[in-house]
């Protein structure tokens, strides 16, 4: 009897099980999800990809931007063949300076719609105004699919209004991000390319879509930073398979992007992992090797200026000492890297310049590990972009990493699960990569330094 009624009361349970709606920022659909597809009122049910969709407050929100999680790094040696790819002239005169100089960062109107709605979304009134000042900060766009170029126009032609209307000239900042098998050392954030399916040549049609776009506006400047990831793998990663399958693949196609891009005058940094990649001692100058080669192949433009580290990473700066996690290193942080690196790129021919990113290196020694690259634990956003570097080698502190968006998810069941997300000092529960991340953002936001 006793069964029975147990029996019955989950039987009368189930009904409203089945109604249960999910949270603000909860998962409301994808492949294989078997939760509720509906959410609380005030949401709407969002689809972000195919495996993600979101119930996120106010108007639904556009496709996330950004997947970006570097994966762990071993130490290795890479090769480089010479590659061949279409030129032509640039359309407008480099300059020698830096490119930050004399331009105003043109806002990223994705990244300030996530953040106005996340705003929203807070109660306490101080964190509200400080998570809604993170709008005003410029962040890189991502270009991580096809169906986003478009947009890359729309910005550029605000922009070129906006510089029009206030005489002051404008710099729209983007992320060239859509290698096919990319990202070969992590699942995170693999993209919509694969090599074995046409890859090089789709690939080859994303970046001739944004030069057409960027053609159209001359008079705005664009810096992009260019395939977070995939040359710092071809330094330490290609003892894994998928790496050393795509390595003759991604230099082709980094050296199309570098000449294509440069073609229509656009600045470029090629990623360069972050100090506990390839700043150890032993990846130094195979690194160096292999970014002067690449900027070599590519026709060594002055459009090319350098290298972007730490792009969704969490490194200082310059720390005010070693983190626990970097011994053994005495490059522990990233202007010991560059100050490391530099030199030696200019002994072989790339007088690099550098950007780092410092969007989420507000608090330090929060890991287990170097490598965890995960929503790290604690994180809070760091110093603000600036050209105020105090290092003759860096051009600019920026933020390409949209702050709130997320690395990956900690669900084991997802297809595009890394278990690095699941680690002690990654938070969790997390969505899929570059999907909001609401208790994240407001982290983000709490434990900024400097404050917001």
Same mark, same amino acid.
């Given at each position: 009897?006793?069964?029975?009624?147990?029996?019955?009361?989950?039987?009368?349970?189930?009904?409203?099980?089945?109604?249960?709606?999910?949270?603000?920022?909860?998962?409301?659909?994808?492949?294989?999800?078997?939760?509720?597809?509906?959410?609380?009122?005030?949401?709407?049910?969002?689809?972000?990809?195919?495996?993600?969709?979101?119930?996120?407050?106010?108007?639904?929100?556009?496709?996330?931007?950004?997947?970006?999680?570097?994966?762990?790094?071993?130490?290795?040696?890479?090769?480089?063949?010479p590659t061949s790819a279409p030129t032509s002239a640039p359309t407008s005169a480099p300059s020698a300076s830096n490119p930050f100089v004399g331009v105003t960062p043109y806002l990223s109107p994705y990244y300030a719609n996530e953040v106005q709605q996340a705003a929203a979304a807070i109660s306490d009134a101080t964190l509200k105004a400080k998570a809604a000042s993170v709008a005003n900060i410029p962040t890189f766009t991502w270009f991580d699919t096809v169906?986003?170029?478009?947009?890359?126009?729309?910005?550029?032609?605000?922009?070129?209004?906006?510089?029009?209307?206030?005489?002051?000239?404008?710099?729209?900042?983007?992320?060239?991000?859509?290698?096919?098998?990319?990202?070969?050392?992590?699942?995170?954030?693999?993209?919509?390319?694969?090599?074995?399916? +046409?890859?090089?040549?789709?690939? $080859?049609?994303?970046?001739?879509?944004? #030069?057409? &776009?960027?053609?159209? @506006? *001359?008079?705005?400047?664009?810096?992009?930073?260019?395939?977070?990831?995939?040359?710092?793998?071809?330094?330490?990663?290609?003892?894994?398979?998928?790496?050393?399958?795509?390595?003759?693949?991604?230099?082709?196609?980094?050296?199309?992007?570098?000449?294509?891009?440069?073609?229509?005058?656009?600045?470029?940094?090629?990623?360069?992992?972050?100090?506990?990649?390839?700043?150890?001692?032993?990846?130094?100058?195979?690194?160096?090797?292999?970014?002067?080669?690449?900027?070599?192949?590519?026709?060594?433009?002055?459009?090319?200026?350098?290298?972007?580290?730490?792009?969704?990473?969490?490194?200082?700066?310059?720390?005010?000492?070693?983190?626990?996690?970097?011994?053994?290193?005495? +490059?522990?942080?990233?202007?010991? $890297?560059?100050?490391?690196?530099?030199? #030696?790129? &200019?002994?072989?021919? @790339? *007088?690099?310049?550098?950007?780092?990113?410092?969007?989420?290196?507000?608090?330090?020694?929060?890991?287990?590990?170097?490598?965890?690259?995960?929503?790290?634990?604690?994180?809070?956003?760091?110093?603000?972009?600036?050209?105020?570097?105090?290092?003759?080698?860096?051009?600019?502190?920026?933020?390409?990493?949209?702050?709130?968006?997320?690395?990956?998810?900690?669900?084991?069941?997802?297809?595009?699960?890394?278990?690095?997300?699941?680690?002690?000092?990654?938070?969790?529960?997390?969505?899929?990569?570059?999907?909001?991340?609401?208790?994240?953002?407001?982290?983000?936001?709490?434990?900024?330094?400097?404050?917001?």
């Amino acid at each position: 009897m006793k069964s029975f009624a147990a029996l019955y009361a989950l039987v009368a349970l189930l009904p409203a099980l089945a109604s249960a709606q999910s949270a603000e920022w909860g998962q409301c659909g994808g492949i294989d999800w078997t939760g509720s597809t509906s959410c609380v009122a005030g949401s709407t049910c969002t689809k972000l990809n195919d495996y993600y969709s979101q119930c996120i407050p106010g108007t639904a929100a556009p496709p996330s931007s950004s997947n970006t999680p570097p994966p762990t790094s071993q130490p290795g040696s890479p090769t480089s063949a010479p590659t061949s790819a279409p030129t032509s002239a640039p359309t407008s005169a480099p300059s020698a300076s830096n490119p930050f100089v004399g331009v105003t960062p043109y806002l990223s109107p994705y990244y300030a719609n996530e953040v106005q709605q996340a705003a929203a979304a807070i109660s306490d009134a101080t964190l509200k105004a400080k998570a809604a000042s993170v709008a005003n900060i410029p962040t890189f766009t991502w270009f991580d699919t096809v169906s986003k170029v478009a947009d890359l126009g729309t910005y550029l032609a605000d922009a070129q209004s906006i510089q029009n209307s206030t005489g002051q000239k404008q710099v729209v900042q983007i992320v060239v991000y859509d290698l096919p098998d990319r990202d070969c050392a992590a699942k995170a954030s693999n993209g919509e390319f694969s090599i074995a399916n +046409n890859g090089q040549a789709n690939y $080859y049609n994303y970046i001739d879509q944004l #030069v057409a &776009q960027i053609k159209k @506006f *001359p008079d705005v400047r664009v810096i992009a930073v260019i395939e977070p990831d995939s040359l710092a793998n071809l330094v330490t990663n290609l003892n894994v398979q998928k790496c050393a399958n795509a390595q003759t693949t991604y230099l082709t196609c980094v050296n199309y992007a570098l000449k294509q891009l440069a073609s229509v005058g656009v600045y470029q940094y090629m990623d360069a992992g972050h100090a506990g990649w390839l700043g150890w001692p032993a990846n130094l100058t195979p690194a160096a090797q292999l970014f002067a080669q690449v900027f070599k192949d590519a026709g060594s433009s002055p459009f090319i200026k350098g290298l972007a580290t730490n792009v969704a990473n969490y490194n200082a700066l310059s720390a005010a000492s070693p983190d626990p996690i970097t011994q053994g290193n005495a +490059n522990y942080d990233e202007i010991h $890297y560059i100050n490391a690196l530099a030199p #030696v790129l &200019q002994q072989q021919g @790339f *007088p690099a310049t550098f950007i780092v990113d410092q969007g989420r290196s507000g608090q330090q020694n929060l890991r287990q590990q170097w490598g965890d690259w995960c929503n790290i634990k604690n994180a809070g956003f760091g110093t603000r972009p600036t050209t105020n570097t105090g290092s003759q080698f860096i051009d600019s502190i920026v933020w390409v990493k949209p702050g709130g968006e997320c690395d990956g998810t900690s669900n084991s069941s997802s297809p595009r699960f890394d278990s690095t997300c699941a680690l002690s000092d990654a938070d969790q529960p997390a969505p899929e990569a570059g999907t909001w991340f609401q208790e994240y953002f407001q982290t983000l936001v709490s434990r900024a330094n400097p404050p917001l």
